[in-house]
């Protein structure tokens, strides 16, 4: 059978198939997920570590700025976009024609988002790459190839949101298997011939071109992707905007604050480099997140059953939290052998690993609850972990040195800890006041 084969085809009808036999399924389809899933980030992650070996400290710190600064900018042309595509979409998705006004609605916002984030991050980003040392020409390249790739990357955004709803997981599967692929034979090529941060960037920007035209594609079968805009959904689009705005901007400086911080007082590009390197063995949680994403979250989105609501909740929070808790085991006990995979350059970062490691996992758990909490719209006054995590960065500084990168690394640690408890706090009143609709 295809490893990209039939199980990813609509589930059975839940009303009539066996207990067992639904389960066996479901079974089925996460271990198929996870197997290809696994391979694409072995895939990404040759990618990235063949990056950083290839690269020279300064090249990869500008690198690591540009796909940082890359990040901002993605997470400022969403802005609750994505939380209003999950929840009206899960209501929506078997309607061909309305399904796709939602998601030409959301496209056409998010561009208009994402122009106006433009705006905004390009000076900051230049200035950080020449602060560390870029030419203005040079920054010039590397901010020209993330342009390239940015508008694919704004309607990857939305349009990804169709086979995870239809849960055709064969469809992300071959996705994200011929990204990590081209990508893959891309920079090996470059690496052969020549290789610095402004190819690598735009190698990256080449594969969302690619991938967004399979995604349009795709969803050209699925979905009337020439419905017009509706009234109704840009309104309810506006008001995710208006209410999560504050959240997002201040999502993307604190997802980024370890890069900002270091690159604001750090007296060395190297250290840029050596924070960058560290979050590439973030891929270790990359299979897990897109399992959430693509797998879990939908049907959480989906589920209109109080007790299976709940069960799906704490399964996937045991689920996530068991796996955390081993890669912090393993980071803790074999730092050598993580460390090993990145070069001699950063092999005495043993101590900044943990530290890298256990904040990867604090913004991982948060994440998830946040993520579940969205998908139902469960977000009302979560703005209040901004004035939180504020307070307790204030408590911080007299204690940090930011141009050290242990000490940079611990106070990211700490801050995500008011994130992790305001999302208990808002799942927990969103399972209070849940009313179902009829699924």
Not at 106 to 118: D, E, K, M, Q, S
Not at 254 to 276: C, K, M, N
Not at 409 to 431: A, D, E, H, K, M
């Amino acid at each position: 059978m295809s490893l990209f084969g039939p199980i990813s085809r609509p589930l059975l009808n839940e009303k009539t198939a066996p207990v067992i036999r639904r389960a066996l399924q479901r079974a089925r389809i996460v271990g198929n997920f996870a197997v290809v899933q696994v391979v694409v980030q072995l895939v990404g992650f040759a990618s990235g570590i063949l990056v950083i070996r290839r690269l020279e400290q300064n090249e990869y710190a500008y690198f690591t700025i540009a796909n940082t600064m890359q990040g901002t900018i993605n997470v400022l042309a969403d802005m609750g976009i994505s939380i209003g595509l999950m929840s009206i979409g899960g209501r929506v998705w078997q309607d061909r024609y309305r399904f796709g006004q939602l998601i030409t609605t959301a496209n056409n916002f998010r561009r208009r988002l994402g122009a106006i984030a433009v705006i905004v991050v390009v000076p900051i980003l230049y200035w950080m790459l020449t602060r560390n040392g870029a030419s203005p020409l040079y920054a010039s390249a590397l901010i020209g190839a993330i342009l390239a790739g940015l508008l694919a990357q704004f309607s990857l955004g939305v349009l990804g949101v169709v086979p995870r709803l239809r849960s055709d997981v064969s469809q992300i599967q071959k996705i994200d298997f011929t990204g990590a692929v081209v990508r893959f034979v891309a920079l090996v090529g470059c690496a052969l011939v020549f290789l610095n941060a402004s190819l690598a960037v735009f190698v990256g920007s080449i594969v969302f071109l690619f991938q967004y035209w399979m995604l349009r594609n795709y969803a050209a079968r699925v979905i009337d992707l020439n419905a017009p805009e509706s009234a109704e959904d840009r309104s309810a689009m506006i008001g995710f905007v208006k209410n999560q705005a504050p959240n997002a901007i201040f999502f993307c400086l604190q997802g980024q604050v370890t890069i900002f911080l270091i690159s604001f007082f750090g007296t060395r590009a190297t250290a840029v480099a050596e924070v960058g390197a560290l979050g590439r063995l973030a891929v270790i949680f990359t299979v897990l997140g897109q399992l959430l994403i693509n797998l879990f979250v939908p049907a959480f989105a989906r589920c209109q059953n109080p007790a299976r609501l709940r069960f799906l909740y704490f399964a996937i929070v045991a689920g996530v939290a068991a796996f955390c808790a081993a890669v912090i085991a393993a980071a803790a006990f074999f730092p050598n052998q993580f460390l090993f995979v990145l070069g001699g350059r950063y092999a005495h970062l043993q101590r900044e690993l943990l530290l890298m490691v256990a904040g990867t996992v604090m913004m991982m758990l948060a994440g998830t609850l946040w993520v579940l909490n969205a998908s139902k719209a469960w977000i009302k006054g979560s703005w209040i972990y901004i004035p939180l995590t504020i307070a307790t960065q204030i408590a911080l500084i007299p204690w940090t040195d930011f141009s050290n990168v242990s000490q940079v690394l611990v106070f990211n640690l700490i801050s995500t800890v008011p994130s992790l408890l305001q999302n208990i706090v808002l799942s927990y009143r969103g399972f209070r006041g849940f009313q179902p609709a009829s699924e």
